[in-house]
């Protein structure tokens, strides 16, 4: 692995490495089943265990910057897209709603995971080269993630029966 490289920050790239793995597979299976289910509690479990260990990495810069803010973002992300499925009864659109959440969550490892690619392979000399690379990097992942998440949602849920026929009939509810 690489040399200047603490056990958090190992810990870390393990971490994210996976759930970029994992939630490759989650996009490119079908999304029903044990499987499903299974490879999806591996990725929060994991992510959440990687955006905790970004929060105790200082290395880059010394103090709290963007990629802590970003481990926060994604962590909410997360929490977003469980709470759907954990409450009695599932809410409305539960799935359309956990897709979103949880689809945006996978953006914010590609994103970082170019940036880490592009500012090792780049002659990259200062810390602002960096912050640019992260920055041109975020974007074109954002671009990118919009396009895909908006083409692979599901449908909206249709009305329950009971709510359509009470609509119909002109019943007070």
């Known amino acids: 692995m690489i040399a200047h490289l603490t056990p958090t920050g190992a810990i870390h790239a393990v971490l994210a490495t996976l759930c970029l793995v994992a939630g490759l597979i989650q996009f490119l299976r079908p999304k029903r089943g044990a499987g499903h289910r299974a490879r999806g509690y591996f ?9 905790a260990a970004t929060l105790l990495v200082y290395r880059f810069t010394g103090h709290f910057n963007a990629f802590h803010v970003a481990a926060i973002v994604n962590f909410t992300l997360i929490v977003l897209a469980i709470v759907p499925l954990l409450r009695t009864p599932r809410p409305a659109n539960w799935r359309r709603t956990h897709y979103n959440f949880i689809a945006w969550s996978y953006a914010s490892p590609v994103s970082a995971a170019i940036t880490n690619i ?29 396009i895909l998440i908006r083409k692979h949602r599901p449908p909206v849920d249709a009305p329950a029966m009971s709510t359509g026929l009470v609509e119909q009939s002109g019943a007070p509810s």
Do not use: G, H, K
């Not at 990725?43 to 955006?51: G, K, N």
């Not at 780049?122 to 974007?139: D, G, K, W």
């Open 43 to 51: 990725y929060v479990y994991a992510m959440l265990a990687s955006d």
């Open 118 to 146: 592009a500012a090792r392979l780049l002659p990259v000399t200062t810390r602002e080269q960096v912050a640019f690379i992260a920055l041109v990097a975020s974007l074109v992942t954002m671009m990118i993630a919009y």
